[in-house]
């Protein structure tokens, strides 16, 4: 046990020094994050996304959480330059996450447009900021992300919210013998 605190030990929304195995009581107590405590049957977790901003500027979202596989996975995201990038990591030993694959299903229940899902794989979870982009979800906001938006909805939090979206995260677990 090391209680060394690298650059990179630090919460990612507001800098305290935390180690890995704190993060997920932290974004409970301190951002109060949403998130499962408990597994789903079939691997499914809904979320509900939101922004204030959805062409004007760049947003971070507080990271989400869930408990899959007796682990805690995080659900992070941000917008960039016009692109809903969204990343999963699973907090336990940095091999265990090449275990598992994280879809990410955008659906509407208003409006009729197709739904969009994408297949990423699960990363070592760190408190640094995004990584690269092949690891994440690449979405843009216009015209794709804007077409699943409803406008003036409850967050999970409870509060209205301008721009809010619903979305899955499904985890499998990769077949060690099939590659
Ligand atoms: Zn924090």
């Known amino acids: 046990m090391s209680m060394l605190f690298s650059p990179s030990s630090r919460c990612r929304h507001c800098l305290s020094p935390l180690s890995q195995r704190q993060y997920i009581s932290h974004i409970k107590m301190v951002h109060h994050a949403f998130g499962y405590d408990e597994e789903s049957e079939d691997g ?3 979320f509900t996304n939101w922004t204030d901003y959805i062409n004007e500027e ?3 979202f507080y990271d989400d959480y869930f408990l899959f596989d007796g682990k ?5 995201g941000e917008i960039r330059d016009g692109i809903l990038y969204e990343w999963i990591s699973l907090i336990g030993n940095p091999e265990e996450s090449e275990k598992y694959r994280a879809t990410l299903t955008l659906a509407s229940p208003k409006f009729k447009v197709p739904r969009i899902e994408w297949t ?3 990363l070592p979870f760190t408190m640094e900021n995004r990584p690269d982009f092949k690891y994440c979800s690449g ?4 015209p794709i992300l804007a077409k699943f938006v409803s406008r003036n909805c409850q967050s999970d939090r409870g509060d209205m919210r301008e721009f809010v979206w619903k979305q899955k995260v499904t985890i499998t677990k990769v077949d060690a013998n099939s590659s």
Do not use: E, L, M
């Open 44 to 46: 499914s977790y809904t």
């Open 58 to 60: 760049d947003s971070t």
């Open 72 to 76: 805690y996975f995080v659900s992070s």
């Open 120 to 122: 990423i794989r699960v």
């Open 139 to 142: 979405i843009p906001v216009q």
